[in-house]
């Protein structure tokens, strides 16, 4: 069996080639150094022929700079798995340890997806970010790195369940009149998404802010706090519209890329994968593009952890 | 000796009525329970006849509501001192354990500065927080709940510390194009005040993001990490130019903020005080409004610790 591994820095994905493993495991890079035992355990349990990898890890803060973060990730891939092969940002197959290993899982989903679509954008909602790739004649064309891609909208650094609400919404109307947010990390989109009962506490699968548990009642008062409110002070329907108003601003976020680099690349099909594509089919929707659902093709679960279902899928064509 | 104590989420400030003892203790509330033993070692060391407590830590989430974080930190008091007295949020002592103990600080700021300056904006910007406090007459008039301040504009919940840079950023310009940033607490408005020359490194009284240190190479690092760079990859000039557009957001914000309220109150007047003053004064320039900055009246120090002293000083007058 070939394994395909997506190592961020929040998560590490697996999936198998032939899709019957799918795997997500919450590992915060940033918060300890799990992921040599993380990835031992996989090898130990699932004994892969050879491994695909795909790498965006190395932005954690726990690594002073791309090379250090990019160097250890690799090491305890090789310490794990004795044939593992690494996908650089430019598409190419590598055992070397390089800088250009950096954010190359967007590749790995990229190149896969344009063999079935030659012309389309690529998007994949994960628990962190946004991906917006442009496909022409099945090449991807993006920026190659993460700092080159926020640039071209290719990257909008928010997602369905982690990001801050704060970095959404500087205020938020309640009743008519705006009130301020506040900026500490009260709540995540996670919450609002529970709270719109658009996802369960199971596919909650990050940490919560304030290390409560992932309730309807856990995630109002998360809800509450980003206006400095707690549940005494604020009404049910308050609540509502601030996890709508969290999910409205993303749609427009992403809408808003997205319209930008299909106009750049004259493309108007969207290939949409990760736990977020329900706001993708809103911002197809909202410009009127065609939507292909991943999850359709091939299931939620390698939907969720695509990138790696991708790398493995890549590897085994190679032969 | 009457000692004033301003215990915050992030912070726990210290001043005597006399302002010779001025001391900033870094307690995060939310991420242990120091706060105990840190308030035991002030009664231990300054021995006050009595102390006279504001508190805004309630909020932290660590606490389910407002209510328990006010118990928890009252007791806490309480089992430190033998002769405490809280000012609630209608600017009255009490020795009660209620709700209206909770965010009164600015009170305690805004009653000291109401007696010499009769119509004015109190404005005070912390680590985390800005308060905007009109009073007419020497009464204070801003609302009782950060809820209904966050409303009013009489709260913008950034700092000159501790606000993540994400929070007050959503793109940066960088040569003339935009660039989004990233969501995640890679940076704080510590980082750019700091880049920026405008704080030292001993001014930088919290926690980095990253666990790192604090000189200008580890905040540079930090504020290239907020549109997803590491220093090989972003110019001196483009983290300068991000630093100071962390600071400009800020004074507009701020302004924005300062602006709504003298309006509906008809004041020209700013009162100033806190480590972020200079950041009032540009705002107060910018409205062409007069401004006092309590630095120049009681010393720099006092100036970051004001809740604490206005409260000693309350006290103190009650005889």
Not at 67 to 86: K, L, P
Not at 193 to 219: H, Q, W
Not at 240 to 247: E, K, L, P, Y
Not at 264 to 269: E, G, K, L, P, Q
Request: hydrophobic share 40%; net charge negative.
């Amino acid at each position: 069996m070939i394994l395909g591994i997506d190592i961020g820095g929040a998560n590490t994905k697996v999936a198998s080639h032939d899709g019957r493993t799918v795997e997500l495991h919450y590992v915060p890079l940033w918060k300890n150094t799990r992921l040599p035992g993380a990835l031992l355990d996989i090898a130990k349990r699932l004994k892969p022929e050879k491994v695909g990898v795909v790498i965006t890890g190395e932005l954690a803060d726990c690594f002073p700079d791309k090379e250090t973060g990019i160097s250890y990730i690799v090491d305890a891939v090789n310490d794990a798995f004795s044939d593992a092969y690494f996908l650089d940002s430019s598409g190419v197959f590598t055992k070397e340890k390089k800088r250009e290993l950096s954010a190359a899982n967007w590749m790995a989903s990229a190149l896969f997806v344009g063999k079935d679509y030659k012309d389309c954008i690529f998007m994949d909602i994960g628990s962190t970010t946004t991906d917006i790739i442009p496909i022409k004649d099945g090449i991807p064309h993006a920026g190659r790195t993460d700092f080159e891609r926020l640039k071209n909208s290719e990257l909008v650094y928010s997602g369905a369940l982690r990001t801050n609400i704060a970095a959404i919404l500087g205020t938020v109307k309640l009743n008519c009149a705006a009130c301020r947010t506040s900026s500490e990390l009260f709540a995540i989109t996670a919450d609002a998404y529970l709270v719109l009962g658009m996802i369960s506490g199971e596919e909650y699968t990050c940490e919560t802010p304030d290390g409560a548990g992932k309730t309807m009642l856990d995630a109002k008062r998360r809800l509450a706090r980003v206006v400095c409110a707690d549940l005494t002070e604020i009404g049910e329907e308050e609540l509502f519209s601030i996890a709508h108003q969290v999910m409205e601003k993303l749609v427009k976020c992403i809408t808003d890329a997205l319209r930008e680099v299909a106009k750049r690349h004259d493309i108007t099909r969207v290939v949409a994968c990760g736990l977020g594509e329900f706001l993708v089919k809103r911002a197809a929707e909202e410009l009127g593009f065609d939507i292909v659902l991943l999850s359709e093709k091939y299931g939620k679960e390698i939907s969720k952890v695509f990138p790696a279902y991708a790398v493995a899928r890549l590897l085994d064509g190679r032969g």
